[in-house]
Structures are given as structure tokens and as C-alpha cells.
């Protein structure tokens, strides 16, 4: 947290996920929710933006050089080349960056839109941003005579 001035991560939805019994121990056994709790936690005591992307969010299947989306990709394709402009991806890491791509879109946004700091939901299917909130008085200087 001490290095990074936003966090972004994906807002997954665990309880869900643990329905396949094939993935559930190791689902359970990483805690993501609890991370993530405590990730939040540290990210607005240290003043820095915490972002969660929504779920719905296709960072997968949308490619991070052109944004030409796929209309499906199935979980167990681990590489895809895009149609539109070649690239050859890596599932998880086109999602991280457009996950990080994301989140910076809507710090942008987000920034732009709230003048006090406070929550913002952009719009449904996107995210939300959470910024500490800012005291809005001019400083004052003390003088000494």
C-alpha cells in the first residue's frame, strides 16, 4: 500500500466461485474477501484510492491493445489471439491490464466528478471509487509577531 497511490482489483463474486467443487477448497483457502477487506482498509488509512472493478466487466475476453471484445471465451482457453489486430494474450494477464486500465478510467472520471471526495458510482456494470474525503477550507497561516 505504502508504494502505490491506487489499488485497483476485480470485485469477484467468491460465493459463486466456490460452487464448482473442483476449485472450492483453493477458492476458500485464499480468503479473497478478507483480503480485499483488509487491502480496502489499509489503501484509506494511508490516503491512497482503492477501486473495484464490477464483475461484469469482460477484462478476459476484451483485448488490451485494440478493445475489440470477444463474444465468448471459455474458462479453459488460456490463450487467445485477438481477430481485429493479432495479438496473442494470456488470459490472466489481458485481464489485469485491462482491469488496471479500467480502474484508471474511472479514478478519471470519478475525480472529475466529485469535487468533496465521496463515493462515486459511475454507472451500473462499471465500478465504484472510494476517496477519502477532504477537508475543502483554505489553510490557514499562523503568524507570529
Not at 23 to 28: G, H, Y
Not at 67 to 79: A, E, G, K, P, V
Not at 85 to 105: F, P, Q, S, V, Y
Amino acid at each position: 500500500v505504502d508504494e502505490n497511490q491506487v489499488i485497483v482489483v476485480e470485485n469477484l463474486a467468491v460465493k459463486n466461485m466456490v460452487k464448482n467443487h473442483k476449485l472450492a477448497k483453493s477458492i476458500s483457502d485464499c480468503g479473497w474477501g478478507q483480503f480485499c477487506t483488509m487491502l480496502k482498509y489499509k489503501a484509506e488509512w494511508e490516503g491512497k484510492y482503492y477501486i473495484e472493478v464490477d464483475r461484469f466487466f469482460p477484462s478476459s475476453k476484451t483485448c488490451n491493445h485494440c478493445l475489440n471484445q470477444l463474444d465468448s471465451l471459455s474458462l479453459d482457453m488460456r490463450l487467445w489471439q485477438c481477430r481485429n489486430c493479432g495479438t496473442i494474450h494470456d488470459r490472466d494477464i489481458n485481464a489485469a491490464k485491462n482491469i488496471r486500465d479500467e480502474g484508471l478510467r474511472i479514478l478519471a472520471v470519478g475525480h472529475i466528478a466529485t469535487a468533496s471526495g465521496e463515493r462515486v458510482r459511475p454507472s451500473k456494470g462499471t465500478a465504484f471509487v472510494r476517496h477519502p474525503s477532504v477537508k475543502e477550507e483554505s489553510p490557514t497561516i499562523a503568524r507570529r509577531v
